[in-house]
């Protein structure tokens, strides 16, 4: 499990005053997405799914409210679907800086394991999502990379609005025990998809990946 960066989360800094990926992270992050290529040619989809609700009053420039979920994508060999990922509360509850995720192999009886720091969570204890948040959309792009760094450069990216209360729906779509119940109300909500296939195409052609983050939010 990659080291969970010990930044402000949810501090809605504007993306100029954000770290600059230095050249060590532009190399990492170009060996990490050739890595990807034939991830794609076997798969066809990344390991992972990143999905940010936005609230339907979005805005370009003002502070929008917005909730991110995590998910294991349905790649597995015995054909089951998208898995939600849940956060470690680490950070706020020990105060040991730990936003790792748990995946659901780590989750039973009701309680949760975190890969990470080792901590034995009850259910209820850990996080679904980060947010609510308000953020300007420079931010919003600013903490997708951030998590997206965390899952490995390995994700899709899924933009949605929500049709009632943002936290609501959330909630809603990773407590779903229905697979196809599950599909067919995220699906409804999908607004915009960029796949990770299109992420290595267009960093690879040289462009930053926290300005393609921010156009495709604001597109």
């Known amino acids: 499990m990659p080291v969970v960066d010990k930044m402000k989360w949810g501090e809605d800094n504007p993306i100029e005053n954000a770290p600059e990926l230095t050249e060590e992270e532009?190399?990492?992050?170009?060996?990490?997405?050739?890595?990807?290529?034939?991830?794609?040619?076997?798969?066809?989809?990344?390991?992972?799914?990143i999905e940010l609700f936005l609230s339907q009053?979005?805005?370009?420039?003002?502070?929008?409210?917005?909730?991110?979920?995590?998910?294991?994508?349905?790649?597995?060999?015995?054909?089951?679907?998208?898995?939600?990922?849940?956060?470690c509360p680490g950070y706020k509850l020990k105060g040991n800086g730990c936003r790792a995720f748990i995946h659901d192999s780590q989750i039973g009886l009701?309680?949760?394991?975190?890969?990470a720091c080792g901590t034995v969570?009850?259910?209820?204890?850990?996080?679904?999502?980060?947010?609510?948040?308000?953020?300007?959309?420079?931010?919003?792009?600013?903490?997708?990379?951030?998590?997206?760094?965390?899952?490995?450069?390995?994700c899709d990216i899924y933009l949605k609005h929500a049709p009632t209360d943002i936290r609501s729906a959330a909630h809603q779509e990773v407590q779903w025990k229905s697979q196809d119940a599950l599909q067919k109300v995220r699906s409804t909500r999908a607004l915009h998809i960029y796949p990770l296939a299109n992420i290595i195409k267009d960093t690879a052609s040289g462009s930053d990946i926290l300005t393609r983050f921010h156009a495709f939010l604001t597109a």
């Open 57 to 87: 009053a979005r805005s370009v420039w003002k502070p929008t409210r917005g909730i991110m979920t995590f998910w294991e994508s349905g790649t597995k060999f015995h054909g089951g679907g998208d898995t939600s990922m849940k956060l």
């Open 121 to 154: 969570w009850r259910g209820e204890m850990v996080e679904e999502a980060y947010g609510p948040a308000n953020h300007t959309m420079r931010t919003w792009a600013d903490v997708l990379y951030r998590y997206f760094r965390q899952l490995n450069h390995n």
């Open 26 to 49: 532009k190399d990492a992050l170009a060996q990490r997405m050739a890595a990807m290529d034939k991830i794609l040619a076997d798969t066809g989809k990344a390991k992972y799914k």
């Open 110 to 115: 009701g309680h949760c394991v975190c890969p």
